[in-house]
């Protein structure tokens, strides 16, 4: 059974970076797209980025040239260099893999961000 492990996460200045890195135990075939969700205290869970199987790539205007998702192995699949943090950053953050067959999601790590 596929299972996913966020790490990298934890407490950061505002304007300072962190790399979030996602492990993957199992093999995932079939692979669609990869990306990163957040969720801030009190609100819903939302899409931060994501990149294809080819290399596209596309991000949420709030994280757009501050952040880049990039393509690992198959062990740690997906990665999120994050630069100029800000307080509004602070929430958890997931990795996300979508398959033909399947939709897989770790439990989070930690981002804060403080000011």
């Known amino acids: 059974q596929v299972q996913l492990v966020e790490s990298g996460g934890g407490l950061v200045q505002a304007g300072g970076s962190l790399r979030l890195s996602c492990a993957a135990s199992?093999?995932?075939?079939?692979?669609?797209?990869m990306g990163w969700y957040r969720q801030a205290p009190g609100k819903q869970r939302e899409w931060v980025a994501s990149?294809?199987?080819?290399?596209?790539?596309n991000y949420a205007d709030s994280v757009k040239d501050r952040f880049t998702i990039s393509r690992g192995s198959a062990k740690n699949p997906v990665y999120l260099r994050m630069n100029s943090l800000k307080p509004e950053d602070t929430g958890v953050y997931y990795c996300?893999?979508?398959?033909?067959?399947?939709?897989?999601w770790g439990q989070g790590t930690q981002v804060t961000v403080s000011s």
């Open positions: 990149i294809t199987t080819i290399g596209t790539t």
């Open positions: 199992g093999s995932i075939l079939s692979i669609n797209r």
């Open positions: 996300n893999v979508e398959t033909r067959y399947n939709d897989y």
